[in-house]
């Protein structure tokens, strides 16, 4: 009698694939995610600007991003990016949020931009964060999925995998001193799992209610707790092949 029950990580890993989106089409499929929940779903941006249904901006050019997949139906669930800090240009929440940021707090880090980023548009597609039932998004309700009730389980793991996955490229890329605008919900999520965000600045209408945060990658690692160890392991392993392997210059 086979008594092994999954664990997080392997229940996770089961169902939903995580990838560096290096080819044009995982690209497409992030700014398709980003449109259906910053667009579509929220309103954040005007669909009007984007007739192709693919939210991008100025930042996409030059950043890094992960794409999570799942895995039986091959529809994308998740997303994230990392956006490196140029020498000479703001990053994101530099040019549209600098009036939350705490000054004070962000210069006595005494940062240097080569080892700087920000992540943002962490998204999880409608799809995968309603319960059944309910109506989901443009791929009709999650139901027709087929996803048996352990699978449904795993779904709320997707933001938390999506940030995993940001740490492993801010790990494989050297940009180990992290900004990121976040939703209150996040950083009390992650804290839950020993990932402790120092707040750096005010809370801000942007794209919803949201505050600058900052963590190294060391400190993320240093007091993961080890379940979600067990499922950033794998990530990494992945995203530091990808990168490795990615021809940056084609």
Not at 15 to 30: M, N, P, S
Not at 57 to 62: I, K, L
């Amino acid at each position: 009698m086979n008594v092994h029950q999954d664990s997080l990580a392997e229940s996770f890993l089961r169902y939903f694939d995580i990838a560096l989106a290096t080819t044009e089409a995982q690209k497409r499929a992030t700014y398709h995610i980003r449109y259906r929940v910053y667009c579509d779903e929220f309103g954040y941006e005007p669909r009007e600007r984007f007739p192709d249904q693919a939210e991008t901006d100025e930042y996409d050019d030059y950043s890094l991003a992960c794409l999570i997949t799942h895995r039986a139906s091959g529809l994308p669930a998740g997303c994230v990016r990392l956006v490196p800090a140029l020498e000479h240009e703001p990053l994101p929440l530099e040019k549209y949020c600098r009036q939350s940021l705490d000054q004070e707090f962000i210069e006595a880090l005494n940062l240097q931009r080569s080892s700087l980023c920000e992540i943002s548009r962490l998204a999880v597609d409608g799809a995968f964060r309603r319960r059944s039932g309910e109506n989901a998004s443009r791929f009709g309700r999650i139901e027709t999925l087929d996803c048996s009730p352990q699978e449904r389980r795993t779904f709320p793991m997707i933001a938390v995998a999506a940030f995993l996955a940001s740490t492993a490229l801010t790990e494989v890329s050297g940009r180990t001193k992290v900004l990121a605008m976040m939703e209150p919900f996040l950083p009390r999520l992650l804290r839950r799992s020993g990932i402790v965000f120092q707040r750096a600045g005010r809370d801000m209408e942007y794209h919803g209610l949201r505050a600058p945060f900052f963590i190294t990658t060391q400190d993320a690692l240093e007091h993961m707790k080890p379940e979600l160890k067990e499922l950033y392991d794998p990530i990494h392993a992945t995203i530091r092949r990808e990168y490795r392997e990615y021809d940056w210059a084609a």
